[in-house]
């Protein structure tokens, strides 16, 4: 995982083909999604980390985790880009073709799957504008769905991050266009739900 990664970060291989998750999600999205909108994080997080080689060692998650530390001026900028890179590194990491049955332990934590996933697609829908679902732990290891505005991550607030459902635009605008609710549906279709269980248990 790229969260373990320090300065200078480098864009991971999707770990599967792009045509992958058809139809549920589009090779041509995911081609724009990977290549050029998680590129575009990578690139700004070096470009803005660039200057101070203080932070150049540490990892992603510190970046997140201790953002408060950082200095005023460098707090947005690395909240979102730096939120960027984790998210969109956690995103394609936690999906695979289709066919995967729900972790028992999300499925039980929130009372079946349909419980689950009307829970999570409400957070998403609701998600104004830009930003992530989110299934996240807290401190007592339970099971809790947040939403979260823009490239915002849970380690900055204390949780930590299981599945982030990505909810921009640029996620399904090709093949959705404002059908939010119907990307929300197909997403749930590809989750990568052994991946999923690893992190909960990890
Ligand atoms: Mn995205």
Redesign the pocket.
Known sequence: MISEKTYPFELPALPYPYDALEPYIDMETMHF?HDK??KTYIDNLNNILQPYPQYHSWTLNELLFRLSELPSNLQTAVRNNAG?VY??DL?FDLLAPAGQQISPLVADAFGGEEAWKKEMKNAALLQFGSGFAWLVSDHSKNLQIIALPNQDNPLSHGLYPIFPL?V?E??YYLKYQNLRGDYIDSLFQVINWKAVEQRING
Do not use: I
Request: hydrophobic share 35%; proline share 0%.
């Open positions: 999604h909108h998680f960027g998210n969109h995103f990505d921009w640029h996620a």
